[in-house]
């Protein structure tokens, strides 16, 4: 199955911009959903936006219009454009992905079978 690796996190200061990719290896992201989530210490992982197979998008409420999900099939690599990032945006980002065609709740982290290690962002 499907393997993912994050990157692209990094210290910036509020205003700023990031993007975060989530290579992925052994199968092509076209079939999957896949979504991005954060997390920070003592707190429960939650959904920022996911991308179903047929290229459907769902953000997390705060972050729509500031960030952009989308795949580059080309690469086998997800993306996660963040703009305009606040210091409450400070936490580790995970990709995951997921083999069905259409996922119930998108950002509902059990939808999700395979996970990245994750990418720290921090805003200050």
């Known amino acids: 199955h499907v393997q993912l690796v994050e990157s692209g996190g990094a210290s910036v200061q509020a205003g700023g911009s990031l993007r975060l990719s989530c290579v992925a290896s052994g199968d092509t992201i ?3 959903c896949m979504g991005w989530f954060r997390q920070i210490p ?3 992982r939650e959904g920022v936006a996911g991308i179903e197979s047929d290229g459907r998008t769902t953000y997390k409420d705060s972050v729509k ?3 952009t999900i989308f795949k580059d ?3 086998n690599t997800l993306y ?3 703009d305009s990032l606040k210091p409450e945006d400070t936490a580790m ?3 995951a992905a997921d083999l069905r065609p259409l996922i119930a709740n998108m950002l509902a982290d059990y939808e999700y079978k395979v996970w990245g290690q994750g990418t720290q962002v921090t805003v200050s």
């Open 80 to 82: 996660l454009q963040m």
């Open 93 to 95: 980002y995970y990709c």
């Open 65 to 67: 219009g500031l960030f």
């Open 42 to 44: 003592d707190k429960e």
């Open 30 to 32: 076209g079939r999957y």
């Open 73 to 75: 099939r080309a690469k």
